[in-house]
């Protein structure tokens, strides 16, 4: 099969990761950095590519391009993969939309209801191009950066059932197909975006983790491994109720609920948490951290906004959010990724599922 042109936007872990490892399939790929962020792909520049080690395909993974001109990397790009963390989503629709050609594809991974955010600006804009626009539930990858950038270390490749979906859902067959080659034996279809974006085990677990170990990472200062150490009998239970309340909402929406553990198995390549935890890395570090400033206004910000529109219940979400809120002094539900931020306050449920599925809004 003859390689893709793959443009992977974010020079982080994920995407090192996704760069170096498709670079070694025998695509042709381009990895994008933002400009103040350039330390992430100087290195990269100047050997030229990325040195991959772990349990993937392994060696140096010489890039066609590495970038901070995003014009430059997503010209003629067959699948366009946003690695970023999903606060970026907004900043990479509005940059993007400029740039973007008929055809192509664009996959935001881990998306948590990023599509919609895209949605929004490009609306905004005004953007009429016929790109293709999805999201997964999380990265194809486990990996850390251990020598710094320019390499990766891939201790797990993820998969094989991870939910992915289009908006709108009519276009998720183009998107697996397009994936052809690349990550399509690696993801299923979801319903709608609702599946991948609610269904990211991140969502529930980091938070969760985060927040109710809080005194032990900091009294830590770096010496702290969340799965081996801070997913107790007790903190599970927490876990298991946000799945529960998650599972309600999504039965009062017509969908056929999965449970934490079976989207866990999903997307992390069939193993338990336990398993999980052999392999994982230190972290977090601090109630500034990914886990509570990324997973609670972008994803459980989300969950409990469209619990509230369906009138479902998420006590546990809720109190999730509002620790985490006193922690870092921040109003994360009114600030985050929820319907009335993202403008899709006002429609109707039946208006909001037509909106998923085709695209089309009254």
Known sequence: MEGKTICVLGAGNGGSAMAGDMTLAGHQCRLFEFPEFSANIEPIQ???GIRVTGVARTGFARLELATTDLAE???GADLIMATTVALAHERLARELAPH???GQVIILWPGSGGTLAFGKVWDELGFDRCALLAEAVT???CCRRLEGPGTINIHRVDG???LLAALPATDTPAVLEALDGTYAEVVKPGITILEPALYNPNIIVHPVGALLNMGRIEHSKGEFYMYKEG???SV???IYAMDAERSTLFEDLGYEPYSYDQVFSDSFNNITVEEFAITSSKGPFSMQDRYVTEDIPMGATLTASLARKAGVATPTYDSMIHVASVVNGTDYYGTGRNLENLGLDHLAWEQFEMYL????KP
């Open 236 to 238: 599970k239970k927490v």
């Open 100 to 102: 973007l050609q008929d």
């Open 231 to 233: 997913i107790t009998p």
């Open 160 to 162: 094989p059932n991870m």
């Open 139 to 141: 990265l194809p990858y």
């Open 73 to 75: 990397a997503v010209e």
């Open 357 to 360: 599925l085709t695209g089309q």
């Open 46 to 48: 100047a050997q030229g």
